[in-house]
């Protein structure tokens, strides 16, 4: 990882190639062009690999969280894209927004793992939420009775008749 000074000297020669580029400020000759996204690809990936360390701070939480199912190298990877996209998308000019780069970061890395999660998951999160609902209540009753409850006791505690809980559960 470089210092913060480099760091920051990285950020300003990068915002300003990447801001020529979408502005047209660049020479329209089209060798000039391409030198100029040329530079603006290195700076970009001298940023991700600098800020490589969030993804993998990132990917080890939300991965705490997930069923062993995924792979952690899998999680990287959805992780890096959120990393890119968060070093093209930054605007440290933003009005009213005026985040460091590593909270935005963190956020887009972490919904870019999510979002690739949630599109692997054949499972509707409603019913994902039903069924948490339904170990919450199951959890809580064999607490309170100091047993397993039955069936009954659980679509009770839900608040669901018993057809409606032998549907969920179809």
């Known amino acids: 990882m470089v210092t913060g000074r480099t760091v920051g000297r990285l950020w300003t020669r990068y915002l300003k190639?990447?801001?020529?580029?979408?502005?047209?400020?660049?020479?329209s000759d089209e060798e000039a062009r391409r030198e100029a996204e040329r530079q603006e690809g290195q700076l970009r990936d001298r940023l991700v690999v600098n800020y490589s360390p969030l993804v993998k701070y990132v990917a080890s939480r939300?991965?705490?969280?997930?069923?062993?199912?995924?792979?952690?190298?899998?999680?990287?990877?959805?992780?890096?894209?959120?990393?890119?996209?968060?070093?093209?998308?930054y605007d440290?000019?933003?009005p009213g927004k005026r985040a460091k780069f590593e909270s935005y970061a963190i956020s887009k890395i972490r919904w870019a793992i999510l979002d690739q999660l949630r599109s692997q998951d054949w499972v509707?999160?409603?019913?994902?939420?039903?069924?948490?609902?339904?170990?919450?209540?199951?959890?809580?009753?064999?607490?309170?009775?100091?047993?397993?409850?039955?069936?009954?006791?659980?679509?009770?505690?839900?608040?669901?008749?018993?057809?409606?809980?032998?549907?969920?559960l179809d």
Do not use: C
């Open 62 to 89: 939300v991965g705490a969280r997930v069923p062993g199912a995924v792979e952690q190298e899998d999680m990287f990877s959805w992780g890096v894209l959120g990393l890119l996209d968060a070093v093209e998308t």
């Open 124 to 168: 509707p999160r409603r019913v994902r939420l039903r069924a948490q609902q339904i170990e919450v209540a199951r959890a809580k009753l064999t607490q309170e009775l100091r047993r397993f409850p039955n069936e009954t006791e659980i679509a009770g505690e839900l608040g669901l008749g018993i057809g409606e809980y032998h549907d969920f």
């Open 92 to 94: 440290p000019e933003r």
């Open 17 to 27: 190639v990447r801001k020529e580029l979408r502005s047209g400020e660049v020479p």
